[in-house]
Each structure stands twice: as structure tokens, then as C-alpha cells.
């Protein structure tokens, strides 16, 4: 089974103070973040509307810097 991922874009994302947070689950919720819609076409805050990518697609999505990241979507989520 192929193993699919959301990009998180870091330059739109707002990620809480860490000196007010642990790096936990608690302070990653607490995090505004930001995903790649599906085909690269936009952003969406909705974890729902944010696009599934393969590690091929990955080896073809553009960015400067270190600008996103992954995350991977757990197989509960995939449509089987």
C-alpha cells in the first residue's frame, strides 16, 4: 500500500510559543497550521480539503528553504 502525506506550509502556518508550550501533542494542536491543497492549487487551514502526495510527488514539489513540511496521513483516513 502506498503511503500518502500532507504538505504543511511553514510560511503561512502560525506555530504556538514554545515558551509557553512543551513541544507535545498539546502544543502541536495548539498550532494554526497551513496545507497544500490537492495538485499544488492553493492553501487550506481545513485539514479535510488538504491534498494526499506520494514521495514521488514530493520529489517533484517546488520551495525555498525549508519553507514545508510532512506530515503522513494514517491509513484510517485513506479511502481502502
Known amino acids: 500500500m502506498t503511503d500518502y502525506y500532507r504538505i504543511i506550509c511553514l510560511k503561512r502556518s502560525k506555530f504556538a510559543d514554545s515558551n509557553l508550550f512543551e513541544y507535545t501533542s498539546d502544543w502541536w494542536k495548539s498550532c494554526t497550521k497551513v496545507y497544500w491543497k490537492p495538485c499544488r492549487a492553493g492553501y487550506t487551514h481545513n485539514i479535510n480539503e488538504a491534498g494526499h502526495y506520494t514521495a514521488r510527488d514530493l520529489f517533484h514539489v517546488c520551495g525555498e528553504g525549508l519553507d514545508w513540511m510532512i506530515m503522513r496521513v ?7
Not at 494514517?74 to 481502502?80: I, K, T, Y
Open 74 to 80: 494514517p491509513r484510517s483516513e485513506l479511502d481502502v
